[in-house]
């Protein structure tokens, strides 16, 4: 039998990708948190980070940084089911940034893979269980 994701399912799950980059790109990381589930992990982005608590810390640590600009440009995002309340999905993503002041350069400052599990929770919400970031091009 093959799994699917109902549509609101998808589009829930295709909404928490969006959403965590655009908290990052629009200087309100320090809510990420509620984007994981408590015992998430979120790799490649500096050091690890394990459990919400860990994840919120380093997004408010984030949003404090006024001189950085961001932009995440996400396609290719490939979501598969593993069971009614869990999924695993692959997310390119093109990163610009900038730091100080001026609008800084066009070019791409890293091109990276997302590898993402999410969890569907009791409260109905999907989750990020565990993301991990893989440079593919750019400096690491």
């Keep these: 039998m093959t799994l699917s994701l109902n549509p609101e399912d998808r589009a829930a799950i295709e909404d928490l990708i969006q959403r965590h980059a655009w908290l990052i790109d629009h200087g309100e990381a320090d809510r990420i948190g509620a984007l994981f589930t408590e015992d998430a992990g979120l790799y490649g982005v500096g050091p690890d980070k394990l459990g919400r608590a860990a994840i919120a810390t380093?997004?408010?640590?984030?949003?404090?940084?006024?001189?950085?600009r961001s932009r995440h440009v996400q396609s290719n995002i490939l979501i598969e089911p593993v069971s009614s309340d869990a999924?695993?999905?692959?997310?390119?993503?093109?990163?610009?940034?900038?730091?100080?002041?001026?609008?800084?350069?066009?070019?791409?400052?890293?091109?990276?893979?997302?590898?993402?599990?999410?969890?569907?929770?009791?409260?109905?919400?999907?989750?990020?269980?565990?993301?991990?970031?893989?440079v593919l091009f750019g400096e690491a």
């Excluded at 380093?58 to 950085?68: I, K």
């Excluded at 990163?95 to 969890?119: M, Q, S, T, V």
């Design 58 to 68: 380093w997004g408010a640590e984030r949003a404090a940084m006024r001189e950085r």
């Design 87 to 134: 999924a695993h999905g692959c997310v390119v993503l093109t990163l610009y940034r900038h730091d100080g002041p001026g609008p800084g350069a066009a070019a791409p400052f890293l091109i990276c893979e997302y590898a993402d599990r999410y969890r569907k929770e009791p409260d109905g919400a999907w989750r990020f269980a565990e993301r991990r970031l893989a």
